[in-house]
């Protein structure tokens, strides 16, 4: 079930790919699939179907939504230092501890902390998450961004836990 | 009208890539350049992408184009936390005027087990 739910996925990227319903495009298309989930298919996450939830899907948005009001202002925050004459970065690697379990949900979280105002996610040992930042503003630095990985964390959680 | 929304995300987009470019320039060290290298290169060429979307419509053309706005999304990040992790791994020092390295203090120890 698990193994045929990714084979209709990857199938359907396929065809946008192509984008046509030629026999013999859907053929190769059947065919790649089929190889790609036996050799991928184990490392494939296991509950990601379940995003197909209305809840889980409406909270799913409602972070797509925020994501992008963050990458816009990083963008701008990045501009700004790098246009400045005197360059105002304060850079280092601080830690941080995060609840989320899943994998999926880890790999959303470091991926959304790396395109967010002045941060990178840079390793993972156990349940902390190690960040670069590119201006650690005060000696509290661990607290203010717990407070950027908890603003994501609540909705993944919604999504994925 | 979609043209010239088009045009509009196209500057928008390369004015963002340049910024980035800028960055990769100027910033000292290889952490701070990949955060301008990741934030302002995904977004920029997201909005050409996206720029094609408006240009073309939603045809063979358009559809790829929207696909790769996904795929770069995805990939850009996790390619920019692939290089820290192996930069840092292999010895390369923060800048000096870096304030703290929490991840050098704990990763004594630990092995790669990836």
């Known amino acids: 079930m698990k193994r045929f739910v990714h084979f209709l996925l990857l199938l359907g990227i396929w065809m946008l790919l192509t984008w046509s319903l030629h026999w013999q495009d ?31 899907f409406f909270w799913f948005v409602v972070y797509g ?14 501009a700004y ?12 690697i601080v830690k941080v501890r995060t609840g ?57 959680e919604r999504v994925f836990e | 009208m ?15 890539d340049v910024v980035g470019c800028i960055g990769l320039v100027r910033l000292p060290d290889i952490y701070n350049r990949l955060q301008a290298a990741t934030k302002c290169v995904t977004l920029g060429t997201c909005m050409i992408l996206l720029s094609v979307v408006f240009y073309t419509g939603l045809n063979s053309i ?9 795929f ?14 192996a930069a840092h791994r292999s010895g390369i020092r923060l800048w000096e005027g870096s304030v703290m390295d929490k991840y050098a203090d704990d990763k004594e120890g630990t092995e790669d087990t990836a």
Not at chain 1, 34 to 51: C, E, H, K, S
Not at chain 1, 115 to 125: R, Y
Request: aromatic fraction near 10%; charged fraction near 15%; glycine fraction near 6%.
């Open chain 2, 72 to 85: 770069v999304l995805i990939t850009a990040p996790t390619g920019a936390h692939a290089i820290a992790r």
């Open chain 2, 2 to 16: 979609n043209e010239t929304i088009g045009l509009i995300l196209l500057i928008v987009g390369i004015s963002f």
């Open chain 1, 81 to 92: 230092r790098v246009l400045n004459i005197n360059m105002p970065i304060r850079p280092g």
């Open chain 1, 26 to 56: 859907l053929l190769v298309g059947a065919f790649i699939a089929f190889i790609a989930d036996l050799m991928f298919g184990d490392i494939y996450p296991v509950n990601a179907v379940r995003i197909l939830n209305p809840v889980r």
């Open chain 2, 62 to 70: 358009g559809v790829k184009a929207l696909l790769c706005i996904w």
């Open chain 1, 65 to 78: 939504v925020t994501f992008l009001a963050y990458v816009i202002k990083a963008n701008f925050d990045v």
């Open chain 1, 100 to 156: 989320l379990k899943t994998d999926m949900a880890r790999t959303f979280l470091a991926n959304s902390i790396t395109l967010t105002p002045g941060t990178l996610s840079i390793d993972f040992i156990g349940d902390h998450l190690y960040i670069h930042w590119i201006n650690i503003t005060s000696d509290d630095a661990v607290k203010e961004t717990e407070i950027i990985v908890q603003r994501f964390e609540q909705m993944l």
